[in-house]
């Protein structure tokens, strides 16, 4: 059984930054890819970023040039380096896990962007 446990959530006003971190039970090597997704009340469920083993980035139009992820092995976490939060980036962020057969989630972290 994976466990994967988000942290770094926190209420922020326009502008400001947070860093989530994503830190699995097992060895992220393992997985093909790990994401953040972010779900908004009365919204579906949105891939906000996602890293490959190898290190490829992937990241949503509406994050380009203001969220980085990246990821540690050796600690076994994943980051999702947010700056310039806009109150729409307000959400509950997920992070995801996947292998060739399963996929695996947090249980997410509340992110708040207001003044």
């Known amino acids: 059984q994976v466990q994967l446990v988000e942290s770094g959530g926190d209420s922020v006003q326009p502008g400001g930054s947070l860093r989530l971190s994503c830190a699995a039970s097992?060895?992220?090597?393992?997985?093909?890819?790990m994401g953040w997704y972010r779900q908004a009340p009365g919204k579906q469920r949105e891939l906000v970023a996602a890293?490959?083993?190898?290190?490829?980035?992937n990241l949503a139009d509406s994050v380009k040039g203001r969220f980085t992820i990246s990821r540690d092995n050796g600690k076994n976490t994943v980051y999702l380096q947010m700056d310039s939060l806009k109150p729409e980036d307000t959400a509950v962020y997920y992070c995801?896990?996947?292998?060739?057969?399963?996929?695996?989630w947090g249980q997410g972290t509340q992110v708040t962007v207001s003044s």
């Open positions: 995801n896990a996947e292998t060739r057969l399963m996929l695996y």
């Open positions: 097992r060895s992220i090597l393992s997985f093909n890819t």
């Open positions: 890293i490959t083993s190898r290190g490829s980035t």
